[in-house]
């Protein structure tokens, strides 16, 4: 009996460039690819960093501060793979790009196209949960389901539907040019360790003002659902499509712990329970805090069948350990 092993599950990537590495998520990108001994060059251009190039301590890893847009792609023939995160992002981070984010996501997504094809390297391209955009009742989303825009066009659609523009182009390049290999991720609600509040993140935010024992303020009535992942087993997840065999690139994947499904409500009791705060939770709306642009989320639940059934993804932590990774940090950091 002949047994045929499939080797290109046992990828390894020597060279890798992550662009956003000192971002949240890409931070953490650098930490995984760490553990295979990579060398890693981080691009990212210090507009919503979440942690300094003094946290990247690492000889393996280097790091230009610059907006990718000023680097020439030819410069980075010796890559072996790409993996683009650099973007606006967070529901009040986006606000500040209104009316420019959407050519600074193609333009920011082709530069990382570009790199790929003419340098003959996978591109990894993270795009996010908020292309599938409206439901009128909770919906578990599959990758192939249909993209629905409804009401006034708001600074949110801005980035879903350039997030969304993004996919398609990558898709449509691999049509001409039969070489190039890709992988588009959707994170659902991704957090953990180094997130920050400043672009409007939920939890957060919440740890903060329950350390500072200040009233946590909840959007509306707090019946919003969200499924929490933790940020490594997004990370992981990225990193199983990158070392996918070879019938299963140039593919789409939801990355979201539907097992985390939480309303934010429940998010801010147990934030307070895990910090002993003594604040207390009112509603708001945050219309009155950031202004007219800010438009909420929509309920937004992962079905994740499909990294679960090929790429054997399984997240490790629950929501209420996730919130406790965060309480811990945010701790952590005040107590220095
Ligand atoms: N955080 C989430 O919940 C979430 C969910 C879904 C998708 N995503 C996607 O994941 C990616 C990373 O998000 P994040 O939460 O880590 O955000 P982040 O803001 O922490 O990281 C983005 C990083 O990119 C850098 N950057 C932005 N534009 C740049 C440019 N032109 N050149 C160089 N660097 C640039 C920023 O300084 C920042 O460090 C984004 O593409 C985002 O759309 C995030």
Not at 56 to 62: A, C, G, N, R, T
Not at 92 to 121: E, P, Y
Not at 202 to 228: C, H, K, M, W
Request: proline share 3%.
């Amino acid at each position: 009996m002949i047994m045929i092993v499939n080797l290109s599950c046992y990828m390894k990537y020597n060279k890798v460039l992550i662009t956003g590495g000192l971002g949240f998520l890409g931070y953490h990108c650098v930490e995984r690819w760490l553990e295979d001994d990579c060398e890693i060059t981080v691009v990212d251009n210090l507009s919503s960093n979440a942690v300094n190039k003094d946290n990247l301590i690492y000889d393996q890893v280097s790091v230009i501060e610059d907006n990718i847009l000023n680097l020439d792609v030819k410069d980075f023939s010796k890559f072996d793979i790409i993996l683009h995160l650099a973007s606006p992002v967070g529901p009040v981070g986006v606000l500040k790009h209104s009316g420019t984010m959407g050519k600074t996501i193609i333009d920011t997504t082709q530069w990382a196209i570009d790199v790929s094809r003419k340098n003959k390297m996978p591109l990894i391209y993270i795009s996010t949960s908020e292309i599938y955009g409206y439901r009128e009742q909770k919906t578990k989303l599959k990758e192939t389901d249909d993209k629905i825009l409804h009401g006034d066009f708001t600074v949110r659609n801005e980035y879903s539907i350039s997030k969304l523009l993004a996919e398609i182009i990558i898709k449509n390049n691999s049509k001409i040019d039969k070489d190039f290999k890709f992988q588009i991720i959707r994170p659902f609600n991704v957090t953990g360790k180094y997130q920050l509040p400043d672009g409007g993140f939920v939890l957060p935010r919440f740890v903060n003002q329950a350390l500072n024992d200040e009233d946590i303020t909840v959007y509306y009535d707090g019946s919003q659902l969200r499924a929490f992942t933790w940020v490594k087993d997004i990370v992981e997840g990225i990193y199983l499509t990158t070392k996918a065999s070879e019938e299963y690139w140039n593919e789409i994947w939801n990355i979201g712990n539907e097992n985390n499904e939480k309303s934010i409500k429940y998010l801010a009791e147990k934030v307070i329970g895990y910090t002993k705060s003594n604040s207390k939770i009112v509603s708001v709306d945050p219309v009155e805090i950031h202004g007219e642009l800010f438009a909420e989320a929509p309920e937004k639940i992962p079905d994740s069948t499909k990294i679960r059934s090929f790429l054997n993804w399984e997240p490790k932590k629950s929501a209420d350990e996730v919130v406790l990774e965060v309480v811990n940090y945010f701790e952590g950091i005040t107590n220095k």
